[in-house]
């Protein structure tokens, strides 16, 4: 069965590293371009983002159900907003009020979760600063460094026990 065609983009603070962590973790990133990346020097996510769009690649994420493509535009199938859980000085409910102009389907990412010890408080008090309008979105405790709840769901986090993301973007495209 041929992959669905579907657009995302992803939103927020460290949207670079985000997007690398899942280019390698939804094989949107190929052995040769990796090892292109290491002769380069190039070890960081952001740079990794950076050097493969002034290369003109787009940037896809394959899961078992959807061929999912990059999109800076402000119409596409799911919006990945990325948040810091150490963001306590951020507007939250903003961010995801802007985020929802590029999509009504939106699932969050809380980041950096491994900087706060992957505390389930400072989690639940970042979903909360979201606002009202977050109820029915999926969030989940992230680590871009590591890609913890990305297609599994990690030992980090043992209290979250809602989707990962993988299952949450296969959720999010089947519904729509």
Known sequence: MALLKKTFSVLG???A???ASLL???DGIDMISMDEFDREGIKQHDQVINCLKRRGRQLVLKTPNYFLAESDSPNVDC???VINADSANTN???VLSEAAEYSENIIVLVDKMDEVGWSEEVFRAT???LG???EGISAIPFSSSTGDNTVELSSNSSWHTDPTLLEALEARFSSS
Do not use: E
Request: charged share 25%.
């Open 17 to 19: 590293t985000a997007l």
């Open 24 to 26: 390698f973790k939804f």
């Open 127 to 129: 979903v909360k600063r």
């Open 79 to 81: 919006v990945i907003l």
């Open 92 to 94: 939250l409910s903003k």
């Open 13 to 15: 603070s460290g949207k």
């Open 132 to 134: 009202p309008a977050a």
